[in-house]
């Protein structure tokens, strides 16, 4: 078992910015990649960013490509692995729950019905 815990999430206005952290705790001594989704109200749960299990390669979703930075840190003693998403100059198209998820195989990292592991959210509003 893998646990995810997200937090975070705040309400700022627009412009502003906002990190975000997932931490990891169990099966931290395997290989996974790890992502951002997030669900707005009414809407389906869509794609933020990615990361591989080492970190070497992200993927991100047009929407936040240069906005938003996703990176990772794998504790040297596999105690707990923790994930980031820094996001920057938020727009109020932004607000949503944000969800953090592992995934073991790495070879879908946009498909989030390929991930084995999700978090409960933790959730960022964006006033104009």
């Known amino acids: 078992q893998l646990q995810l815990e997200e937090s975070g999430g705040e309400s700022v206005e627009a412009g502003y910015s906002l990190r975000l952290s997932c931490r990891a705790s169990g099966r931290t001594r395997d290989s996974y990649t790890m992502g951002w989704f997030r669900q707005a109200p009414g809407k389906e749960r869509e794609f933020v960013a990615a990361i591989s299990w080492n970190g070497d390669t992200t993927w991100y979703s047009d929407s936040v490509e240069g906005r938003f930075t996703i990176s990772r840190e794998n504790a040297r003693d596999y105690v707990e692995n923790t994930m980031y998403l820094q996001m920057n100059n938020l727009k109020p198209e932004d607000t949503a729950a944000y969800y953090c998820?592992?995934?073991?195989?790495?070879?879908?990292?946009?498909?989030?019905?390929?991930?084995?592991?999700w978090g409960q959210g933790t959730q960022v509003f964006v006033s104009p």
């Open positions: 998820a592992a995934q073991f195989s790495g070879r879908y990292p946009k498909w989030a019905r390929k991930y084995d592991y």
